[in-house]
């Protein structure tokens, strides 16, 4: 089969890289794709960007494509996936209301106490004295978040109420502005990614990611520097304990109300004294964590996503994984995750070894060479036959990579390797 990728970061790459070691996927069509990309699958231009379903759907039929596979969050929200269905090709991702559990925190949030999912308590706010007094209600360390999509970055955790306060205030600044102020969770955290076909749920493995720029879980919120998988610190059952108490009842939920999810449910978990307690849902594959989900996943990609496309999934046989264990580490550009260098010349990047690059903010400058071209430039994924090697391999490969001003985090999955994560 031929298939359609919709998006240019480092998660697109890792799915056209699977999509391309599958024996049944002919050709890979990504848009607009990025200079990795490009060295896989043919890239097209997407004049409209990747919320402009006209040439989205254009681009599949004259492609001839069987698949589209919609990665980034904004055209899910924006109805790509609908323009596409309605279009006559089968799709992997949710329809406009279905990524609503991505799109609104606060409907999220209402799903969730419709199908019984464990979660924290929240309140939905309009103004700032609505704030104000949620955070009283619920103490610190508070969590803001912004109701609607903010590319990661949307979240503030801190003991700091003037810094919460000043964050709901800009969330509410913004057009039809809403703020959701949540229970903070206590524990370690955990990302699982279910395949949805409106129906039928296959989980992935787990895979914790760090969100935090700095070493220590220091500084602001990013779109994430890292992940590993597998957890084997992670409670035994944990897997099929989520799908029963969360993704289940969400997507029965979503089916009950008319709004069928078909794509992938991202679920953050926070592993609490009291159990498992959903932080949040996504509409698509998250990112760092689907580069190391995904190297690890042996069952071709392509048959799946056409499974869970075509409300198929039932028919899957059970998911074969690797043993290894892989970790992916972000390179970021100066002064990331506030307004990122750009243009900066980059080299040096790793070949074998057991470390691969996937690009995420790259470009080609006028005379070919790759350049920084966005916050999260770089995500080095390696594996190894322990947490210990992969760690060993992906820093070597960061540590040979040449990108003025570069920052990445340095403690990427060493507390798992020491065995210091408890629940």
């Given at each position: 089969?031929?298939?359609?990728?919709?998006?240019?970061?480092?998660?697109?790459?890792?799915?056209?890289?699977?999509?391309?070691?599958?024996?049944?996927?002919?050709?890979?069509?990504?848009?607009?794709?990025?200079?990795?990309?490009?060295?896989?699958?043919?890239?097209?231009?997407?004049?409209?960007?990747?919320?402009?379903?006209?040439?989205?759907?254009?681009?599949?039929?004259?492609?001839?494509?069987?698949?589209?596979?919609?990665?980034?969050e904004?055209?899910?929200?924006?109805?790509?996936?609908?323009a596409?269905?309605?279009?006559?090709?089968?799709?992997?991702?949710?329809?406009a209301?279905?990524?609503?559990?991505?799109?609104?925190?606060?409907?999220?949030?209402?799903?969730?106490s419709?199908?019984?999912?464990?979660?924290?308590?929240?309140?939905?706010?309009?103004?700032?004295?609505?704030?104000?007094?949620?955070?009283?209600?619920?103490?610190?360390?508070?969590?803001?978040?912004?109701?609607g999509?903010?590319?990661?970055?949307?979240?503030?955790?801190?003991?700091?109420?003037?810094?919460?306060?000043?964050?709901?205030?800009?969330?509410?600044?913004?057009?039809?502005?809403?703020?959701?102020?949540?229970?903070?969770?206590?524990?370690?955290?955990?990302?699982?990614?279910?395949?949805?076909?409106?129906?039928?749920?296959?989980?992935?493995t787990?895979?914790?990611?760090?969100?935090r720029?700095?070493?220590?879980?220091?500084?602001?919120?990013?779109?994430?520097?890292?992940?590993?998988?597998?957890?084997?610190?992670?409670?035994?059952?944990?897997v099929?304990?989520?799908?029963?108490?969360?993704a289940?009842?969400?997507?029965?939920?979503?089916?009950?109300?008319g709004?069928?999810?078909?794509?992938?449910?991202?679920?953050?978990?926070?592993?609490?004294?009291?159990?498992?307690?959903?932080?949040?849902?996504?509409?698509?594959?998250?990112?760092?964590?689907?580069?190391?989900?995904?190297?690890?996943?042996l069952?071709?990609?392509?048959?799946?996503?056409?499974?869970?496309?075509?409300?198929?999934?039932?028919?899957v046989?059970?998911?074969?994984?690797?043993?290894?264990?892989?970790?992916?580490?972000?390179?970021?550009?100066?002064?990331?995750?506030?307004?990122?260098?750009?243009?900066?010349?980059?080299?040096?990047?790793?070949?074998?070894?057991?470390?691969?690059?996937?690009?995420?903010?790259?470009?080609?400058?006028?005379?070919?060479?790759?350049?920084?071209?966005?916050?999260?430039?770089?995500?080095?994924?390696?594996?190894?036959?322990?947490?210990?090697?992969?760690?060993?391999?992906?820093?070597?490969?960061v540590?040979?990579?040449?990108?003025?001003?570069?920052?990445?985090r340095?403690d990427?999955?060493?507390l798992?390797?020491?065995?210091?994560?408890?629940?």
């Amino acid at each position: 089969m031929k298939v359609l990728v919709v998006g240019s970061g480092a998660r697109e790459h890792a799915i056209v890289r699977s999509l391309c070691l599958d024996p049944s996927v002919d050709e890979v069509v990504a848009a607009p794709g990025n200079p990795g990309i490009a060295d896989l699958a043919r890239c097209v231009a997407l004049p409209g960007g990747v919320t402009d379903a006209d040439s989205v759907v254009s681009l599949a039929l004259d492609a001839g494509v069987d698949l589209v596979v919609i990665g980034p969050e904004a055209p899910l929200v924006a109805g790509v996936a609908d323009a596409v269905r309605a279009a006559g090709i089968a799709c992997f991702g949710p329809s406009a209301d279905a990524a609503m559990l991505e799109g609104s925190k606060a409907f999220a949030k209402s799903v969730m106490s419709s199908a019984e999912v464990p979660t924290g308590l929240a309140h939905v706010c309009t103004t700032m004295e609505e704030v104000a007094d949620a955070l009283d209600a619920l103490g610190a360390p508070h969590v803001v978040k912004d109701d609607g999509l903010a590319a990661g970055k949307g979240v503030v955790v801190t003991d700091d109420r003037a810094e919460a306060l000043e964050h709901a205030r800009e969330c509410l600044a913004k057009p039809d502005g809403a703020v959701v102020i949540e229970e903070y969770l206590s524990g370690p955290e955990v990302s699982l990614f279910c395949l949805c076909d409106g129906s039928t749920v296959v989980p992935l493995t787990p895979a914790q990611d760090f969100k935090r720029v700095g070493d220590g879980d220091a500084g602001p919120n990013t779109g994430g520097m890292g992940a590993y998988s597998p957890l084997g610190w992670a409670p035994d059952g944990l897997v099929d304990d989520v799908v029963r108490r969360v993704a289940q009842p969400v997507i029965d939920e979503m089916a009950r109300r008319g709004t069928p999810f078909v794509g992938v449910l991202f679920i953050g978990l926070a592993l609490t004294p009291r159990g498992p307690r959903v932080i949040e849902f996504n509409a698509r594959f998250g990112d760092p964590e689907t580069q190391v989900v995904l190297t690890r996943l042996l069952t071709p990609l392509g048959g799946l996503l056409l499974a869970a496309a075509t409300g198929r999934l039932e028919e899957v046989p059970p998911l074969r994984w690797s043993a290894e264990h892989a970790v992916t580490v972000v390179v970021a550009a100066q002064s990331y995750p506030a307004t990122p260098r750009t243009g900066d010349p980059i080299t040096g990047l790793p070949a074998g070894d057991g470390a691969y690059v996937l690009h995420a903010g790259t470009a080609l400058d006028a005379s070919g060479q790759l350049v920084s071209a966005g916050g999260r430039v770089l995500s080095v994924v390696a594996t190894g036959d322990t947490l210990a090697s992969a760690r060993e391999r992906a820093y070597a490969a960061v540590s040979g990579i040449d990108l003025p001003g570069s920052h990445h985090r340095t403690d990427i999955a060493l507390l798992a390797e020491r065995g210091e994560i408890t629940i």
